[in-house]
């Protein structure tokens, strides 16, 4: 019987383990391969542009996408470095797949762009970058982010919806590598956690709020979870680095504050390194400083935002959405010192929770105190957008991946809960009332805590099992 040395050559190579040589090769070729999926995707909105650059348009968006997909292959390369060639090539083919999905949404333009982004980006084109970094555009917006819409306004002649929802789609690498970090803690094998780095890029919260709705929570949280990961494996200064520059992008990073509290509590992070966080936050506000903006501004810039919106809830799948249907404004008069006391009782009913618990704080009981926080506090504070449970959301898929037998359905309650709300708050009509985004979240929440309870009981209950054996 004749054999096929090709045939049998291929498939041993492809089921080795590749060096670092192969690694870079795979990197290279599967980045100029999407770079040409990229560049002639279908882009709508170019065609409001000149005919003749065209071409350079296209190119760019090969060039923008492409960089994208390096950097989320090439996270992917180093952390499955023992897989075999064939995997590999999977990953490739899977993360290719996953951005050129992204990438068909890009035309979609939301009001909040319309009405708020589309002038800032086009008022920072008109004058000089340090001019922009002085001028109160957007000042209801923390200066980081100013500076992302700054850096857009320079790209002249291409779609600027693009480059601001490349920006959410790269901190979704981020994101979903500091996911897939934190349930490395506990998951076991390269592949598994692979997955779950694919599954955080495909959450429909991720999917919606990024490349199609165009917003930015994306980026404080991938910060905070850094944060949080750095925190749990005891990198106490990187941790709170990252808090502070998360801190310097949005106010709702308040809410994984408590988890702090916590990792000092474990030992893992110190308290002189709490110092970081307002220096990491003040050297994020120095080029605006710089261009003339006061320090005043860089430091209440939070509480200018705490005086807009008063409605008692924005479209948040909250514990307000079963109030009487009557004026928002008027509910928000009503239970506004209710609501604040409820979101402030669930904050200090967690702390003390783990400060009486303190000796059973395992990695598994950090992470779901963070999503009880990121859950919870949303759930009762008011003025709520629908947005501000997206921290919940992706956290969710690491908690179930701890124990994905009895947490599975936590990360369906919660998306599930997002997504109706983020109808709601999108053009079109909502596909449920949304009490029924209210009612998943409640369940969420519930199914956390309860999860909580367990993990901090499980120590205890080991320690009576072993006494009675004895």
């Known amino acids: 019987m004749k054999k096929n040395v090709v045939s049998d050559a291929l ?10 040589l192969l690694r870079v090769v795979l990197w290279v070729l599967a980045t100029v391969v999407f770079f040409v999926f990229a560049r002639y995707a279908r882009y709508a909105k170019i065609d409001d542009f000149s005919g003749y650059k065209t071409a350079e348009m296209q190119m760019l968006s090969g060039v923008v996408f492409g960089a994208i997909f390096a950097l989320a292959y090439g996270v992917q390369l180093r952390a499955g470095r023992r897989l075999p060639v064939y995997m590999h090539v999977l ?22 762009y319309d009405i708020f982004l589309a002038n800032w980006i086009y008022e920072y084109s008109q004058i000089s970058i340090k001019e922009g970094l002085g001028r109160y555009i957007g000042s209801d917006y923390t200066p980081p982010y100013l500076y992302l819409m700054q850096l857009v306004s320079r790209v002249r002649d291409y779609p600027p919806q693009y480059l601001v929802k490349a920006i959410s789609m790269a901190f979704e690498v981020l994101m979903a590598y500091a996911l897939m970090k934190i349930a490395a803690l506990k998951v076991k094998g390269e592949g598994a956690r692979l997955m779950i780095f694919h599954i955080a890029l495909l959450l429909p919260t991720v999917v919606f709020n990024g490349a199609y709705w165009g917003q930015c929570d994306v980026i404080y949280t991938s910060l905070c979870l850094m944060a949080l990961y750095m925190g749990l494996t005891r990198r106490s200064a990187r941790s709170m680095i990252f808090y502070g520059l998360a801190l310097s992008f949005k106010l ?38 710089w261009g003339g903006k006061s320090l005043h501004h860089v430091l209440t810039v939070y509480m200018q935002q705490a005086d807009q919106y008063n409605f008692i809830t924005m479209n ?36 003390a929770l783990v400060a009486v618990h303190r000796d059973r704080l395992s990695d598994d009981a950090a992470v779901l105190v963070c999503l009880v926080m990121l859950s919870g506090i949303p759930y009762f504070l008011p003025k709520m957008h629908e947005r501000y449970t997206f921290g919940a959301d992706v956290l969710s898929l690491a908690a179930a991946a701890y124990a994905p037998r009895r947490r599975f359905l936590l990360p369906l309650c919660f998306g599930f809960a997002s997504y109706v709300a983020y109808t709601a708050g999108l ?16 369940v969420g929440l519930a199914l956390t805590a309860a999860e909580l309870w ?3 009981n499980e120590k205890k209950d080991m320690a009576v099992m072993a006494e009675v054996k004895a």
């Open 11 to 20: 498939r041993t190579g492809l089921d080795k383990t590749p060096g670092k």
């Open 316 to 351: 948040a799948p909250n514990l307000y959405q079963f109030l009487p249907d009557l004026d928002s404004t008027l509910l928000y008069t009503m239970f506004s010192p209710m609501a604040m006391m409820l979101g402030f009782a669930c904050v200090m009913a967690m702390c």
């Open 91 to 112: 990953l490739a083919v899977i993360t290719g797949a996953i951005l050129l999905g992204k990438i068909s949404l890009l035309d979609y333009v939301s009001d909040d």
């Open 427 to 442: 053009p079109g009509a909502k596909i449920m009332d949304l009490r029924w985004a209210a009612m998943f979240q409640g």
């Open 454 to 456: 367990r993990s901090l």
């Open 252 to 289: 709702q990073t308040v809410f994984f504050m408590p988890v702090m509290l916590v990792l000092w509590l474990r030992k893992d992070i110190k308290l002189r390194h709490l110092a970081l966080i307002p220096a990491a936050y003040m050297f994020m506000m120095i080029p605006a400083l």
